[in-house]
């Protein structure tokens, strides 16, 4: 798994732009990586849907051990059951359900989202039940390393915003505008410094 090929490029641009982000860049190791594994990113997002970290990857470990692995024909064979017993929400037991046959049946065509920008990868994906903006920007963040992703509706991220930059809570848009603007063209990887930040294992989906 390796980092992404604009990751040191961005790291330097980013400790020029941002003295905040200079001392969390110099204090964390290690990079963004991608599994490249479409199904399991997009799954992985359906779950840490609304909840922490924490709570995320309890849930992950519970669908891991009943699937045994995490593919579609394995999810499929669960029951509603056995999946709410993993600690999913109905909600989120429909969603997956959406998902796993749409890769069964490859009505999703991840492939295609090379030839559309951030936008409208973004519009493509959450055509998918259960694909919000936040899930679209997760999978274009982790699975496809896009290198400007700012999901503004991550509560890790603002959180770490509000402390960093001593803003108030959530942080305001007016903020959050000037952040996009002075980390652009690299606000997935601010993002995933600040995330570090306050997590001490890095987020993977």
């Not at 402390?163 to 952040?179: C, G, M």
């Not at 606000?187 to 995330?195: E, G, I």
Request: proline fraction near 4%.
């Amino acid at each position: 798994m390796a980092k992404p090929s604009y990751w040191n490029k961005a790291k330097k641009y980013l400790s020029k732009k941002d003295k905040t982000l200079a001392k969390l860049i110099s204090k964390y190791k290690g990079s963004l990586v991608s599994r490249d594994d479409a199904y399991y990113s997009l799954l992985k997002s359906i779950v840490g849907q609304q909840i922490s970290v924490a709570a995320a990857n309890s849930v992950w470990k519970k669908l891991e051990k009943k699937a045994r692995k995490i593919r579609p024909l394995k999810i499929s064979k669960l029951s509603k059951r056995q999946l709410s017993s993993c600690g999913l929400s109905r909600q989120k037991i429909e969603y997956i359900r959406i998902i796993t046959k749409k890769f069964i049946d490859k009505s999703i065509c991840i492939k295609k989202l090379k030839q559309l920008n951030d936008e409208e990868a973004i519009k493509y994906l959450s055509t998918i039940k259960g694909v919000g903006k936040w899930t679209a920007e997760m999978f274009l963040f982790f699975n496809q390393l896009r290198p400007d992703i700012f999901p503004i509706q991550d509560i890790g991220l603002l959180r770490a915003i509000s402390i960093h930059y001593k803003t108030k809570y959530p942080p305001s848009s007016d903020q959050l505008n000037y952040f996009k603007r002075k980390w652009s063209p690299y606000c997935t990887v601010a993002t995933w410094y600040l995330w570090r930040s306050i997590d001490p294992v890095p987020v993977k989906y």
